[in-house]
Nanobody
Framework: QVQLVESGGGLVQPGGSLRLSCATS????????IGWFRQAPGKEREGVSC????????YYADSVKGRFTASRDNAKNTVYLQMNSLKPEDTAVYYC???????????????WGQGTQVTVSS
């Protein structure tokens, strides 16, 4: 019943921007923190950002701080990740997931989307 569906990925040039969406259903979004994670080929899954359920406060990994912005629209059951100044090293499959805390530990998150591919290349 719980479902998260990522969209908005694609191919973008270095320095470009993308906005990812995480559409949710089967639960009340405002009760959960939502994390964004990514996994590149040959690498472990990495926390990118999370946004709280209570006041919308956010946390970012150092690698994306100042470039990525998470936001949420609880009425639309949707969370967003605005990605600016993209770099080739941002290339990965990006996932959203539900969690109880403002942490970037994948083990703290219970429900996951299927992921959306982001490729940053000239």
């Amino acid at each position: 019943q719980v479902q998260l569906v990522e969209s908005g990925g694609g191919l973008v040039q270095p320095g470009g921007s993308l906005r990812l969406s995480c559409a949710t259903s089967g639960f009340t979004l405002d009760y959960y923190a939502i994390g964004w994670f990514r996994q590149a080929p040959g690498k472990e899954r990495e926390g990118v950002s999370c946004i709280s359920s209570s006041d919308g406060s956010t946390y970012y990994a150092d690698s994306v701080k100042g470039r990525f912005t998470a936001s949420r629209d609880n009425a639309k059951n949707t969370v967003y990740l605005q990605m600016n100044s993209l770099k080739p090293e941002d290339t990965a499959v990006y996932y959203c997931a539900t969690g109880p805390t403002l942490l970037l530990d994948p083990d703290e998150y219970d429900y996951w989307g299927q992921g959306t591919q982001v490729t940053v290349s000239s």
